[in-house]
């Protein structure tokens, strides 16, 4: 009855009429026609009652309006333009995306465009954006200023560029640093050394007011870490043992190495080995900071719009994981009014995405990824459970085309593939690309 053309309309009530007349002599059969023509009216004439079907969900602006979402059964409340679908426009609720989305696509253009429209999506609903880009594009300030632009937001957005030397820098944790560490598909041997260093270096960075990620680098030549093992270590031309220092300060020392030399030689050397690679990366990276800078958990609350492009596999690592400490360190729905996407890279573990995206769900943020048209197998096997949206480009003639993509949806009310182009936003008119 909803979809019925006017024809099938009057010929419906016709014939409740015609039956109404033919029946007069019975008792309340006419009454009851007329009863049941009047709750045909009700439920299916009358907006404020009847249910609408939309591509994805009914949109807002409609809502306000009484239109009602067949899949919500309450007023059209989706607020998120995703594209233009054949069918019509489509929209989703905030709550769909806090689900999960993954963009999947070989072009770095249509992975551009899509993180220009989830900032869109973000300033339209008043949210804060942290963008993580690839390590390769260019920086997208300029290109998100455009977006912004409209809603007069341009002026917010911060840029974080560990490619050179950001003021303030980034804020990081030890913490931090064994997640990433992890992340970086080392092996055990790494890990376990790494999270077995690190609390020696943060009581001795603290002790004698060091650097710790130039210690880090020191601790992992190969002479020095022997030492260390032993009990040795030298700070500004001091050698200092654990047998020889006072009693508090060599008590400390002493239960702070258990843990490192109680892993295997065979191990504990193997490990050192892979960690050296990305000891001196440590030691010169001025973007990051364990002491002080800007710290994303307050850029969430507040609502801000950051984009981070980061230098290298190691420095992509450590912003996604600081932004799952982020997310995970707020309480459920504090961050209700925050997106953050990331450009994944395979050169990770994957496990950092799954986590990624469960802080973020508990969270209540939008966490978004984005991967290459066909992931890396362990990428693949870490993210099969994770993201009800899943967005994927489209080619012709063997190249990807512009702003066009299929979106599959696995929400439980919401479940729908269709054909889509990108919403078109704001481009940029400047003619400098950002570097």
Known sequence: ??????????????IMAALSFSALA?????????????YRYLRHFTYGWRTWRAPARVPLHLGRLGYRDATTRRRGDASWPVGLAATGQVWLRCEDLVQGVSFHSDGADWQIEAAANLVFGACLNRMGAIVVQSADAAMLTDRLAEVARPFGRDGEIRAIDLKQAPRPPLLITTTTLAAAIDDLRLGPEASAVNRALLPIIEMLATRYRKSALDLYQAFTDEIAFRRLVDGHYEIDCTTVSADTASSADGAAFRAVLKPL?????????????ALVAYASELAALTGLSLTGGLDLRKTLSAGGLVCIRPSSPLTTALVIARCTEALASMAPGQAGRSLVHIVYP?????????????????????GSLAHPARPANHIQMAIRKGG?????????KGRIVSRKGRITSTIKDCPLTLDLGLPKVPESNDSGDGR
């Open 26 to 38: 019975l008792p309340f059969v006419p009454e009851a026609i007329l009863a049941y023509a009047g």
């Open 1 to 14: 009855m909803d979809d019925a053309p006017p024809k099938a309309v009057a010929l419906h009530f016709g």
């Open 388 to 396: 009800a949206l899943r967005i994927q480009s489209r080619k012709a």
């Open 346 to 366: 395979d050169a990770l573990s994957g496990v950092s995405a799954q986590r990624f995206r469960e802080a973020a769900a508990k969270a209540g943020a939008i």
């Open 261 to 273: 030399k109680e892993i295997p030689e065979d191990r504990r050397e193997a490990g050192r080995e």
